[in-house]
């Protein structure tokens, strides 16, 4: 039986060299960038289908599956591709835009506010019961379930070891390794 290592190794030399491209990203980034809010700065990144529109459908991808311990930077990895797809698709940029025009408009109805100037997740997920069942919302979280799940560098953050068949199956590799499951 395989036995995990559960804690995180460190070495000088990976962390020098860790703290090194960190800083040459640091150096890369613009003031004006650095400024703005995560959820903004990373919304930026929406060139087809524009920042607001990009933060909205980022805070729509934290309401649809939530994950607290989870950066934006693995939800925005996850809607990249959705973009890239937009900007060949016409009716995919226009099921996109005209989709969060209407969550927009059904948060000013209800609460007098956009969908992303929601503090409470109880009102944007009374609102995302309104639209549940309609194509854009379908479309959003049907592309999130695997852009998301399938980026494994998210795996490592939920604690799943990806795919086990090729090492020999669960059972030989210790399949009762996992920490996240209460005692009995």
Not at 2 to 14: A, L, N, W
Request: no cysteine; net charge positive.
């Amino acid at each position: 039986m395989r036995v995990v290592e559960k804690r995180i190794t460190f070495s000088r030399r990976g962390f020098l060299k860790g703290g090194g491209m960190a800083a040459l990203g640091v150096g890369a980034l613009s003031t004006a960038t650095l400024m703005l809010p995560a959820s903004e700065a990373l919304a930026a990144n929406f060139k087809v289908l524009g920042a607001s529109t990009g933060k909205t459908l980022l805070q729509l991808a934290r309401d649809i599956f939530p994950h607290d311990r989870i950066s934006d930077r693995y939800y925005l990895q996850a809607l990249e591709p959705l973009e890239a797809q937009a900007g060949q698709d016409e009716k995919l940029k226009t099921l996109l835009t005209e989709g969060v025009a209407a969550l927009d408009r059904l948060a000013k109805l209800r609460f007098k506010k956009a969908y992303t100037d929601l503090p409470k997740e109880s009102d944007r997920l009374t609102l995302l019961y309104v639209i549940e069942h309609g194509a854009f919302f379908q479309k959003v979280k049907g592309h999130l379930v695997t852009g998301f799940y399938d980026n494994k560098a998210v795996w490592q953050l939920f604690g799943y070891e990806g795919s086990s068949w090729e090492k020999g199956g669960y059972i030989n590799r210790g399949f009762d390794d996992i920490d996240w499951l209460d005692e009995a």
